[in-house]
């Protein structure tokens, strides 16, 4: 236990009770924010006379002398009570006792790690952005790259590359606008809030959260340091992420082997068999599939750690703590060796022959037999599917229908006649054709694709202007902040 802390209600802890519960291991993520968080708790204490500026001025001093926590000699429980100890043993007991006037480590704790998170965040979503750079490069390479696009796993309807690109480029922009959304109610500071119900000090809640850079103050005191629910909404938001990430790990992964063909992962990605010499194996992108299971196990954990807990701080909170810094490490390990093997993916330009794709514009026919012939479009599906299954059934492509065959089904299964010729039946079946006249609005045609293309760059530019807007706003209260600190630490003897 804490020095601090001793000969009061406590008199002493065993070495092994504190070694088990202390969050030091995790607090040292957090240490130079809770040096900040004294900093910015000080000049205020001395703007509202609660201290005067003589003694505001020494632990200012002694606190830019602190050293973060390395290996210590006593286990302290966390590195609030570090900080403190230390701040004491360099300015006495009368000036470094007062450190903790007006606030606790309840509200130190949860401002702290809004912090970090919100450093996190930062991070994260330059990641985003530049993964999503990357799929564009890649979509404009490949706008007339046609391969199958899948349902069920089976070969459905001819695409672009590019149109998957988009795709992907799509679902982690929901990503980015969630954590958008999230990161603004991460952004409110709990300092203030106390233990649970403030102080009866005149301290201004407002003046901390200005210099520590936060946009807003979590106002109810109870709420400010019981609430987790900023740690499940990222860790939610992080889950969603990383399942589109697997499911794109997963389609780049069958899509290289050699039943698909549809690309060739880069050899700097990709290892070899120890026995088998001929082996390319998918290394990377299986332990991407893998780690994005971590951060479903962590929200997990920090569900069923927040579900049972009554209102107020409990220390079952700290546990949640280190499931955050987890699960935004692993995801952001992911996208920065993702991004590497976006930019160097080879997409082959004879995909679509290299895979079972011959039914592919199975609908276009029947699409077709509804303009030419009038038939409605379930039976004309119904004509195409089983001339579809004799092709089939016989180890024919569907490049062999034919009129007769066409006639023949519908007769059988609709007991209707068709009029098609040779001519027209091939155009149904033309890939590059089907691409083309997919131009209605979200399809494959690369010019539909281009104009999408244009959108998702604009996108990436307003997303850019948001993280400079972000960063801009935290350093400026940096700025000013350092202008404050400055002020008190040149104040007159």
């Given at each position: 236990m804490s020095k601090a802390l001793q000969g009061g209600r406590l008199l002493k802890t065993r070495r092994d009770v504190v070694e088990f519960s202390s969050s030091m291991p995790s607090d040292r993520r957090l240490f130079e924010h809770v040096l900040k968080i004294n900093e910015a708790h000080i000049i205020m204490l001395v703007k509202q006379r609660i201290i005067d500026a003589s003694?505001?001025?020494?632990?200012?001093?002694?606190?830019?002398?602190?050293?973060?926590?390395?290996?210590?000699?006593?286990?302290?429980e966390d590195v609030h009570m570090y900080v403190e100890e230390e701040a004491t043993k360099k300015t006495g007991l009368e000036i470094g006792g007062n450190l903790n006037i007006g606030k606790s480590r309840n509200d130190q704790v949860a401002t702290a790690i809004r912090m970090e998170l919100r450093r996190c965040f930062v991070l994260l979503l330059r990641s985003i952005?530049?993964?999503?750079?990357?799929?564009?490069?890649?979509?404009?390479?490949?706008?007339?790259?046609?391969?199958?696009?899948y349902t069920h796993l089976q070969p459905a309807q001819p695409i672009t590359f590019a149109h998957y690109s988009i795709a992907q480029f799509d679902a982690i922009q929901r990503d980015l606008e969630r954590l958008g959304e999230t990161y603004r109610r991460v952004n409110e500071s709990s300092m203030g809030a106390g233990a649970l119900a403030t102080t009866s000090f005149p301290i201004d809640r407002a003046i901390v959260a200005q210099l520590l850079g936060f946009d807003a103050i979590v106002e109810n005191s109870l709420d400010a340091v019981s609430s987790r629910d900023f740690i499940l909404e990222t860790l939610a938001d992080l889950v969603i992420l990383n399942v589109n990430l697997s499911r794109l790990a997963e389609d780049l992964i069958v899509w290289s082997s050699s039943n698909h063909k549809l690309i060739e992962l880069p050899d700097e990605f990709a290892s070899t068999s120890s026995i088998m010499p001929q082996k390319k194996n998918p290394d990377v992108l299986e332990v991407i599939r893998a780690r994005t299971s971590f951060t479903l196990a962590d929200l997990v954990a920090s569900v069923n750690i927040m579900k049972a807990l009554p209102t107020g701080y409990n220390l079952d909170l700290q546990e949640i703590t280190n499931r955050i810094w987890n699960s935004i490490d692993t995801t952001v390990s992911i996208l920065k060796i993702l991004v590497q093997l976006i930019r160097r993916l080879r997409v082959r330009k004879d995909a679509l022959k290299q895979s079972d794709s011959s039914f592919t514009t199975s609908t276009e026919m029947a699409n077709m037999i509804f303009r030419k012939c009038k038939?409605?479009?379930?039976?004309?599906?119904?004509i195409v599917g089983a001339s579809a299954k004799h092709l089939y059934d016989r180890g024919r492509r569907f490049s062999e229908i034919t009129p007769q065959l066409l006639t023949e089904m519908a007769k059988q299964v609709a007991g209707t006649s068709l009029e098609l010729g040779d001519a027209i039946i091939q155009s149904s079946l033309d890939v590059?054709?089907?691409?083309?006249?997919?131009?209605?609005?979200?399809?494959?045609?690369?010019?539909?694709?281009?104009?999408?293309?244009?959108?998702?760059?604009?996108?990436?530019?307003?997303?850019?202007?948001?993280?400079?807007?972000?960063?801009?706003?935290?350093?400026?209260?940096?700025?000013?902040?350092?202008?404050a600190r400055t002020k008190l630490i040149n104040y007159p003897r």
């Amino acid at each position: 236990m804490s020095k601090a802390l001793q000969g009061g209600r406590l008199l002493k802890t065993r070495r092994d009770v504190v070694e088990f519960s202390s969050s030091m291991p995790s607090d040292r993520r957090l240490f130079e924010h809770v040096l900040k968080i004294n900093e910015a708790h000080i000049i205020m204490l001395v703007k509202q006379r609660i201290i005067d500026a003589s003694a505001g001025k020494k632990l200012l001093q002694a606190l830019a002398t602190v050293e973060p926590p390395a290996r210590l000699l006593q286990p302290i429980e966390d590195v609030h009570m570090y900080v403190e100890e230390e701040a004491t043993k360099k300015t006495g007991l009368e000036i470094g006792g007062n450190l903790n006037i007006g606030k606790s480590r309840n509200d130190q704790v949860a401002t702290a790690i809004r912090m970090e998170l919100r450093r996190c965040f930062v991070l994260l979503l330059r990641s985003i952005v530049v993964t999503q750079e990357a799929w564009i490069k890649l979509s404009e390479r490949n706008l007339s790259t046609i391969i199958p696009g899948y349902t069920h796993l089976q070969p459905a309807q001819p695409i672009t590359f590019a149109h998957y690109s988009i795709a992907q480029f799509d679902a982690i922009q929901r990503d980015l606008e969630r954590l958008g959304e999230t990161y603004r109610r991460v952004n409110e500071s709990s300092m203030g809030a106390g233990a649970l119900a403030t102080t009866s000090f005149p301290i201004d809640r407002a003046i901390v959260a200005q210099l520590l850079g936060f946009d807003a103050i979590v106002e109810n005191s109870l709420d400010a340091v019981s609430s987790r629910d900023f740690i499940l909404e990222t860790l939610a938001d992080l889950v969603i992420l990383n399942v589109n990430l697997s499911r794109l790990a997963e389609d780049l992964i069958v899509w290289s082997s050699s039943n698909h063909k549809l690309i060739e992962l880069p050899d700097e990605f990709a290892s070899t068999s120890s026995i088998m010499p001929q082996k390319k194996n998918p290394d990377v992108l299986e332990v991407i599939r893998a780690r994005t299971s971590f951060t479903l196990a962590d929200l997990v954990a920090s569900v069923n750690i927040m579900k049972a807990l009554p209102t107020g701080y409990n220390l079952d909170l700290q546990e949640i703590t280190n499931r955050i810094w987890n699960s935004i490490d692993t995801t952001v390990s992911i996208l920065k060796i993702l991004v590497q093997l976006i930019r160097r993916l080879r997409v082959r330009k004879d995909a679509l022959k290299q895979s079972d794709s011959s039914f592919t514009t199975s609908t276009e026919m029947a699409n077709m037999i509804f303009r030419k012939c009038k038939v409605p479009f379930r039976v004309a599906h119904k004509i195409v599917g089983a001339s579809a299954k004799h092709l089939y059934d016989r180890g024919r492509r569907f490049s062999e229908i034919t009129p007769q065959l066409l006639t023949e089904m519908a007769k059988q299964v609709a007991g209707t006649s068709l009029e098609l010729g040779d001519a027209i039946i091939q155009s149904s079946l033309d890939v590059e054709k089907f691409v083309e006249s997919h131009r209605v609005e979200g399809g494959p045609a690369p010019s539909e694709v281009e104009r999408m293309i244009k959108v998702r760059k604009k996108l990436v530019s307003k997303s850019k202007i948001k993280l400079v807007r972000m960063t801009r706003s935290l350093d400026l209260a940096e700025k000013a902040f350092k202008s404050a600190r400055t002020k008190l630490i040149n104040y007159p003897r």
